[in-house]
């Protein structure tokens, strides 16, 4: 089993770093998967992780039967509350299953059908990415759906358990969100800090223009978009608005299909809400919706016509399409659509109690707020005459110090 474990984290390691000469043959390796799968359907076929996690399985899985992998994912939704080193165990175990979903035997078992019907031509590595992208297809089977959702929850509480993530944003990660790695202990899971520290970034980018890599731009707007239509995905959301969700939007948290009615929820609830914890993370989600509209699904769903009317040509991204809807909301002469004027006016007002109670930190925040603000026009009137001011205090004052300049010469 130890040798088992040693060359299949070889073989992962190797994957993960692009290595172009495979350290393990290619035979070894065959012989190295019909071993792997055989353990994955029973926890008791790997006696290090089954004795590591003994005391852990008598505690909170005592009543699973052994067999269909049934006691691993027990011990997954547990983990919060496993022992350190059954913890450690589990998550080296979810990190070879996600880099190697073939390795995971309930999503195979779950999802079989779904993976002949929409992923049949792609590589074993990629069949989850191949599930989450036709996880809202009209024929995807409810059981695979609830998987793949809870498979993507795994993945957003760490960016070590999302592979695509991880090599897009090699590079992003420590540029940008070091001072997270450097304060969590070894062997504690990030609760999704990583990823949120990347989302944020990448609203952000508008404002600072401190731009994350192409790729990496590319997977963190499909995780914004997919978390929020889904509160569920958004680790650090639950983790610091789990009462508010509760007290505020419970209805819409019960709801089978979430489709972002608990995030718009708690937007509308703003100003009800007084945890700061909370508020900051309802805050970030309306940035992000500055940054690129599809990822406030209910906004996009309202306006979507007026999009491909009046804003056709613009570049989704980078607040461009925003932009455009907020002038044709101040244009006189064009007419919106009732839903959707009515839910830019209601982000209006959002934006405006955020810009108050979260205050520009620079020029650059300052100069967007302006620009955004439902009182552009009155605030860039009270600058121009803020400049006029100036200048004619520059003109009077500079004439009075010339003539007295000059009376002190002739004297």
């Known amino acids: 089993v130890d040798v088992v474990f040693c060359l299949s984290t070889t073989v992962r390691n190797d994957t993960l770093q692009d290595n172009k000469e495979q350290r393990v043959s290619i035979k070894c390796r065959k012989q190295l998967r019909v071993e792997e799968l055989e353990m994955t359907e029973d926890i008791?076929?790997?006696?290090?992780?089954?004795?590591?996690?003994?005391?852990?399985?008598?505690?909170?899985?005592?009543?699973?039967?052994?067999?269909?992998?049934?006691?691993v994912e027990c011990l997954k939704d547990a983990?919060?509350?496993?022992?350190?080193h059954c913890h450690d165990k589990i998550f080296k175990l979810q990190e070879t299953e996600m880099s190697d979903p073939e390795l995971d035997y309930t999503l195979m078992r779950v999802c079989k059908q779904m993976i002949k019907r929409y992923c049949s031509d792609s590589d074993s590595k990629n069949v989850l990415q191949c599930l989450k992208q036709n996880k809202n297809a009209e024929l995807m089977d409810p059981k695979c759906?609830?998987?793949?959702?809870?498979?993507?929850?795994?993945?957003?509480?760490?960016?070590?358990l999302n592979p695509v993530l991880r090599k897009a944003c090699?590079?992003?990660?420590?540029?940008?969100?070091?001072s997270i790695l450097n304060t969590?202990?070894?062997?504690?899971?990030?609760?999704?800090?990583?990823v949120s520290c990347l989302k944020m970034k990448y609203a952000d980018q508008v404002l600072k223009g401190q731009r994350l890599s192409s790729d990496c731009e590319d997977q963190i707007r499909v995780i914004i978009q997919e978390s929020a239509l889904d509160y569920r995905l958004d680790p650090q959301l639950q983790?610091?608005?789990?009462?508010?969700i509760n007290t505020l939007c419970a209805e819409e948290a019960a709801a089978q299909e979430q489709t972002g009615q608990v995030e718009e929820c708690l937007k509308i609830n703003l100003l009800k809400i007084t945890r700061e914890a909370c508020k900051r993370e309802?805050?970030?989600?309306?940035?992000?919706s500055k940054a690129d509209i599809f990822v406030d699904p209910v906004l996009h769903a309202a306006c979507g016509l007026d999009i491909r009317h009046h804003c056709a040509s613009i570049l989704p991204g980078k607040g461009r399409q925003m932009s455009c809807l907020l002038e044709q909301l101040e244009d006189k002469t064009v007419r919106l659509q009732p839903d959707c004027k009515k839910r830019l006016q209601d982000r209006q007002e959002m934006w405006s109690y955020a810009a108050k109670v979260a205050p520009a930190e620079g020029f650059a925040d300052l100069a967007y707020q302006v620009m955004t603000s439902p009182s552009k026009n009155y605030l860039m009137g009270l600058l121009a005459l803020g400049v006029c001011v100036l200048f004619l205090l520059g003109m009077t004052c500079g004439r009075i110090t010339k003539r007295v300049t000059r009376e002190l010469k002739d004297r």
């Open 239 to 244: 983790i610091h608005c789990n009462k508010e």
């Open 79 to 84: 983990k919060k509350f496993l022992s350190n």
């Open 44 to 71: 008791r076929l790997e006696p290090e992780l089954y004795v590591s996690c003994k005391t852990d399985i008598d505690k909170y899985c005592q009543n699973i039967p052994f067999g269909n992998a049934q006691v």
């Open 145 to 160: 759906k609830q998987m793949i959702t809870k498979r993507q929850i795994t993945q957003n509480t760490d960016y070590r």
């Open 184 to 194: 969590v202990k070894d062997g504690k899971e990030l609760e999704g800090q990583v």
């Open 282 to 288: 309802v805050l970030n989600m309306l940035q992000e």
């Open 170 to 178: 090699k590079a992003d990660i420590p540029k940008f969100c070091q």
